[in-house]
């Protein structure tokens, strides 16, 4: 099993920055991939970003593709995701995802609690 903790949420402007973090526990071959993906009330859960374990390899959605930048540290066992020129459709709860294979999907196999990133105009 793996554990998923975020953290780093809040509220921001339009044009700022927050990065968030996630603190991974649990099975090693279970975090191979890592990602973030956000759900709005009432929407699906939207792929954001993934990365695989040599950090080699990242996916961004097109939306944010540009102002957000995902990495991780795996001395720490933490994936960041830095948010730059938030918009105020980035608004979301944002989820760290794990999965043992590489995807660019909303699909993964564990995941967090969730940290919410409201951004205003």
């Known amino acids: 099993q793996v554990r998923l903790v975020e953290s780093g949420g809040g509220l921001v402007q339009a044009g700022g920055s927050l990065r968030l973090s996630c603190a991974a526990s649990g099975r090693a071959d279970s975090m191979y991939a890592m990602a973030w993906v956000r759900q709005v009330p009432g929407k699906e859960r939207e792929f954001v970003a993934a990365?695989?374990?040599?950090?080699?390899?990242?996916d961004y959605a097109d939306s944010v593709k540009g102002r957000f930048t995902i990495s991780r540290d795996n001395t720490k066992n933490t994936v960041y995701l830095q948010m730059n020129s938030l918009k105020p459709e980035d608004t979301a709860v944002y989820y760290c995802?794990?999965?043992?294979?590489?995807?660019?999907?909303?699909?993964?196999?564990?995941w967090g609690q969730g940290t919410q990133v409201t951004v205003s105009s």
């Open positions: 995802a794990s999965a043992p294979t590489y995807r660019s999907t909303r699909f993964w196999d564990y």
């Open positions: 990365i695989s374990w040599s950090g080699i390899t990242t």
